[in-house]
């Protein structure tokens, strides 16, 4: 059973298809090693009852010759997706007992196409975070930690660190993730995995717990380039439940990571160099282009000016959005209720028992940018400049085809580190809120290990909808770095 949980996702596609053993077994595998690993907490919610019965009848689909694009193959499921019958909590106490009516439409493709729910994967609260600490359901440990010493855990990143953990931890082939300022790249480059965030609109919204509207998009997680193009696939398409859903056909992405890159022009941006750059990200950086110049494609200087107000921009517009988006949760119609002597003490002891401090602390800001008095001052002149940061990819991509960048400015940090300054936590997300805002399709691939022997992930952002050749581009960085190194979490 080691050796099926060895395989990439394409690899066991294969292997199913060919009979070398069963969906059961496969998921079987993946159950096991969850009940060996609880201790990295990845998962909230755990489906073995279901992911068996859904495994069994992807064993009667294979058998009879007709199967899903992820047909057998065992996967996580962001707690922040709808999943009908099964809890879901968006790693919130105020969702605590929530069991949806409904499926989201991105779980639902992922269960029509085949694909087995092994459980809810844990995340930040509401997914405000880049850490996996700020969970109601407690942190998640990323399984690059080396067992037995005496320091902190690493964080796996977030806010879809339980996902990021869960893969790279050989706990599940591949699993959704969200990114709304960089929650499924950042979490994918601390992990050693990839992640692609699509065009805002490549995939419905509709189930997904909203965090900010505007900014929010499914995607996918997994070990290699080509797995995360099967799983986008499955996910992607015009939803009528969803009004920000494009209708645009879905590309072959497998067949996009065949393509060369040949010809390409890469563009590096002079602002994301910044002052006193990690040393192993730069040398990261340039190992990159490096491999995209050897591999036929053109380095060309760009400019994207605004990309200095970007942090700002996104913690005033995300707020902003939390804050009308959680409004819903007052204890009235599902989730959790703490009652008071009236309607007004209800509300503010649920919200104030069921929100942990980062989720307030994001609702007071919101609230604040959006009150009478500060609404032009703050909310109103952050989508100025998100208009004015898209601006200049729209300026960029005239003359390039990729945008290559750092995808976190360092390494996975230590549990504990940066939870006392809000701020550094937020410069987490330095190199991939720009592109969150203006809605563009990136990803981040494992390129090496720093001098810590942690991995670092360089990150590809492309044109709107040409996820085609960001994956192109991916495959390419993945092939020169030959990344295939095995957590030391799976070692001891």
Request: glycine share 10%; net charge negative.
């Amino acid at each position: 059973m080691t050796d099926l949980l060895a395989l990439s996702l394409v690899e066991a596609r294969d292997g199913l298809r060919a009979k070398q053993f069963s969906a059961v077994e496969l998921t079987q595998a993946y159950l096991d090693a969850m009940a060996r690993h609880r201790n990295w907490n990845a998962y909230i919610t755990e489906t073995p009852d279901k992911a068996l019965a859904m495994a069994e009848a992807a064993d009667v689909r294979l058998a009879a010759g007709n199967p899903g694009p992820m047909e057998g193959l065992p996967i996580g499921m962001k707690d922040l997706f709808c999943t009908e019958g099964v809890r879901t909590t968006a790693a919130s106490h105020i969702l605590e007992g929530f069991h949806p009516p409904y499926e989201s439409t991105v779980s639902k493709r992922l269960w029509e196409a085949g694909a087995v729910c092994l459980g809810k994967t844990n995340l930040d609260e509401f997914a405000m975070g880049s850490s996996n600490i700020t969970s109601y359901h407690g942190a998640v440990t990323n399984p690059w930690t080396k067992p037995g010493g005496n320091e902190k855990p690493l964080v796996p990143g977030g806010s879809s660190g339980g996902s990021a953990a869960a893969i790279a931890g050989r706990l599940c082939i591949a699993a959704t993730g969200t990114d709304t300022g960089g929650s499924i790249r950042q979490p994918a480059a601390f992990s050693g995995i990839c992640g692609i965030k699509p065009t805002y609109g490549r995939c419905s919204r509709f189930g997904i717990v909203a965090f900010a509207s505007s900014l929010d998009q499914a995607g996918a997680m997994a070990r290699k380039v080509g797995d995360c193009a099967v799983m986008l696939g499955a996910m992607a398409g015009f939803d009528p439940h969803d009004s920000t859903s494009a209708d645009r056909p879905v590309p072959d992405f497998e067949a996009a990571c065949q393509r060369s890159v040949k010809g390409l022009k890469i563009g590096i941006p002079k602002e994301y160099r910044l002052d006193g750059m990690n040393a192993a990200v730069e040398a990261a950086w340039q190992q990159g282009i490096a491999w995209l110049e050897a591999a036929g494609a053109e380095m060309v200087d760009v400019s994207l000016p605004h990309t200095r107000y970007a942090l700002p921009t996104y913690y005033i517009i995300a707020p902003a959005e939390a804050s009308s988006n959680l409004a819903r949760y007052d204890g009235m119609r599902y989730g959790l209720r703490v009652p008071g002597k009236n309607l007004v003490e209800t509300y503010e002891r649920t919200r104030g028992q069921g929100f942990g401090a980062e989720v307030q602390r994001r609702i007071l800001i919101g609230t604040y940018v959006l009150s009478a008095g500060y609404y032009d001052a703050y909310y109103l002149k952050a989508q100025k400049v998100r208009r004015l940061i898209a601006d200049d990819f729209h300026q960029a991509f005239q003359k390039v085809d990729l945008i290559l960048t750092p995808t976190a400015p360092s390494a996975a940090f230590r549990e504990g580190e940066k939870m006392d300054d809000p701020v550094a936590m937020y410069l987490n997300d330095v190199f991939t809120v720009p592109s969150s805002l203006a809605g563009l399709p990136a990803m981040s691939v494992p390129t090496g290990l720093d001098r810590q022997g942690l991995p670092l992930g360089l990150q590809l952002i492309g044109r709107p909808w040409d996820e085609e050749t960001v994956l192109a581009g991916s495959a390419a960085l993945e092939k020169a770095a030959g990344f295939d190194v095995t957590p030391y979490g799976l070692e001891g």
